[in-house]
């Protein structure tokens, strides 16, 4: 599932997860580079927006990123134990917005 598939679907929360996400977009687009995209003012402005709209999300919602973050992470750390100093592509689909959670390790998913 996508970040955006975890907002709730109707009301006033939903009308603010869309504009957060319409923000994100516009964000994406100006930082068109990497060094852009890894610079802080892309990351504050990323962190901040996704923050914003998870905590419009239910906790079985939270539930479900949690439980999805932790099935991808429980897939990428074996990998990473098998092959020790490796760098390692990670890709995961993303659909209009990119979403953060940092795992009980202290690792970054991108989904």
Do not use: Y
């Amino acid at each position: 599932r996508q970040f955006d598939d975890f907002a709730p679907q109707t009301g006033w929360r939903r009308e603010l997860a869309r504009r957060l996400n319409g923000a994100l977009r516009k964000a994406q687009r100006a930082a068109n580079s990497a060094e852009a995209i890894h610079a802080m003012l892309f990351q504050s402005v990323c962190h901040t927006l996704c923050l914003l709209d998870e905590m419009g999300w239910n906790a079985e919602a939270r539930r479900a990123w949690t439980e999805q973050n932790e099935d991808i992470l429980n897939n990428i750390v074996p990998a990473a134990r098998r092959d020790p100093g490796r760098r390692m592509l990670v890709a995961v689909s993303a659909s209009g917005s990119t979403g953060w959670s940092r795992a009980s390790n202290g690792c970054r998913i991108l989904s």
